[in-house]
Each structure stands twice: as C-alpha cells, then as structure tokens.
C-alpha cells in the first residue's frame, strides 16, 4: 500500500549515530527540533516517539481533564479521539464535510453555541450513555487535516475565540500542507506530526510538536520526559509524566529526511498528478477534492470514492486478483467496537462519515511508485469496474 522513500543519507545518518555513545537526548533530537522550528517558522518544536503522543501531550497542556468535552469528528484515524480518552474527558462529535472530509463548520458552529448553552441544546451533540459523573463543559476543538487537506482554521478560530476554547491541529497527515498560504501544523494553538513509515517523512516510529506558546512548550517538554521540569535532577519528577522521548537513531533520520522534505513532497505531487490524469474520468469514480483555501495539498493517501452502489469489496477482492492492494479508508471512529460500547453509537449516528467510510478506497501510493506502477492500478481499476 505504502512504502517509506529512504536514501543513502538516512542510512549514513543511523549509522552515524551508532558510532557515538549517545542514543538518547542528544545531538539528533536537537537538530530534528530545529528543522521543524526553522521549516514551520515555530517558536518550538518538541520531538516524541509517535504522533499518538504529540496529541496526548496537546490535550494534556490544553488543561483537558476529567469529564470535559473535546469537539472532534469521527472521520479520521483513531489517534484523535483517544487522546481524549486518554485524559478521561469525553469526545463530542461533529459531522464532516463531504468533499474534504474535515470538520463541517456550520455543524461545528451549531454544535458549540448548543454546548455553551448547555441542557436539551447541549444533549443533541453529546453521546447517548458514558459522560460520567462530572457536568462537562466545552474546552477545545480537535481538528484534523484528513489526508493532507487543512481544515478551515481561520473559520474554527472564529468559533474558539470568543469562548477561549484551546485549538488542537491534528496536522499527523499533513506534513508540507498550506492552508492560505500558511503551513499546516501552526494554524490551531497546537499542532502535531506523525513519523509511521506511511508518513510524507518518517522516523520508524515518531512524532513532533509544534506550538508558539511558550508555557505549554515548556510543560509538553516536561511530560516528555517523565515529568521533569527544568531544573529537575533525573530522578525529580515534578509532574506525573511519561516516556515519549524520541531516540537519536530515529531522530536523526528524521533530519536526513527533513533535509530532503521538499523532494520527498514533490514526488508524492507527481503520483497524486499521474492518477488524477488517469481516473478523472473514469465512470464510478470521484477522485480527490481540493479546496480553493488548499494552497498546497500535502498528499498522505490518494483515497478515491466509488459511486453509491457498487460494491466496493467485491472490487477490492478483483484488484486484490490483479496484484493491486487497497484499503477501506476511514473506517468511522464512532462505530468501531468500543467505542459502540462506551457510548452507544449506532450506524446513522454519522450519516457524511460512514458514507464516505462506505464509498472511499485507497489505492497503493508512496512517492517511490513508477508512472507504470499507477498506470497498472488505474488499468486495473478500469478493467474491474
Ligand atoms: C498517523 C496519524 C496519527 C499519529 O499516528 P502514530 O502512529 O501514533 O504516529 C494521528 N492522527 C492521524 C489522523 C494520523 O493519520
């Protein structure tokens, strides 16, 4: 489905660090923050062993506690919503856009006038079972750039500001993105990126920070690295922490890929360009949207829609014949067993998510494809269609 792009740099890289003593919080570490400051024009960059962790630790500095309500939506990967869990505040889900699949703002707008109110208003957006004891009360908006897209920011802003709700930029596919001209990763008040191999870079396994505000950098740094604050010996633990440091092996190939960032983000542009070319008219299928507010699209998947009725795994099975791999794309948050459990989902709870679950599938992409290898999935797609 997906393959990493690794050169000789990134190899030297590893084996550089590997004949040094230092394999943790060293040299690496500092040099990954800065590309990251220095590419995003950041004021900091905190480096973390996945991007699950970036977003843990943006929930935890947002003050997102027990009880509270985080609004999100279900259309995304699972990371989003279980950070949020993970603080035992509660996700209150919104529906997204049909074209991008990012949050839908006149239900966003909708559902935080209705929460601030609170009572039967509030209880239309709220899970049917699982809100806990506490009264909850609105605190941020998680929000994700879905498959390389920026949500609209300026728009969410507008909502967040007024009642000093805290904007977390879930930017783990976004890597490269613009969103009026502005990069993807600073457009909330704090933004997080992802390392897995499928990643427009990757670490192995990592992720990174990144944020203008000075305080919760400086607790973010702290909960990193098992709690300690500056000034702390290594075993004085001012706050109840964690292990999310990054190691310097993965650290420095994520400098060796951020030195060839732009390369890696072009040839994804070029294999994006060489389906687009190839599918757009094709019967039965949607290709991607791209918004006019898309200044640069940073392609994470090239997900393609079927139209309603046909039958989207028994295409799978006759791609999957042909050598060519696909993958449902997303598979709703909300409906995914525990989630079911916890709060008594059900299907039609989401009616934009699960059609998009339904119709979406997304084909082999990786910057290291051929023009011959998109030219056999799209000949094969043509012919199982
Ligand atoms: C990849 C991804 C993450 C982070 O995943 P990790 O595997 O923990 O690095 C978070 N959110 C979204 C939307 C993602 O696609």
New binding site residues.
Partial sequence: MSSPDLSDLERQAVMQVLHTPNLSMGEQIEAFEAAFRHYLGAKHAIGVN??????HLCVLAASITSGDWVLTTPF??V??TNVVLYANAIPVFVDVEPRTGNMDLAQAAQAVRDLAEGGAAARRWLPRRGLGRRKGQLKAILA?D?FGQPADWDALRTLAAPLGLKLIE?S??ALGAEYKGRKAGLLGDYG?F???PN?QITTG???MIVTNDDEGASLMRALRNQGRAPGDTWLQHTYLGYNYRLDELSAALGVAQMQRLEQLLRRREQVAAWYNQRLRDLPGVEIPYIAPETTRMSW?VYVIRLAPGIDRAGVAARLAERGVPVRPYFLPIHLQPYMRARFGYRPGDFPVTEDLGERGLALPFSGIMSEEQVDHVCRALRQVL
């Fill in positions: 996945s991007g699950t962790a970036a977003l995304s990967f990371a989003s994700i879905v879930d783990c596919e997080t992802g390392f897995y990643k396994e990592g992720g994470f």
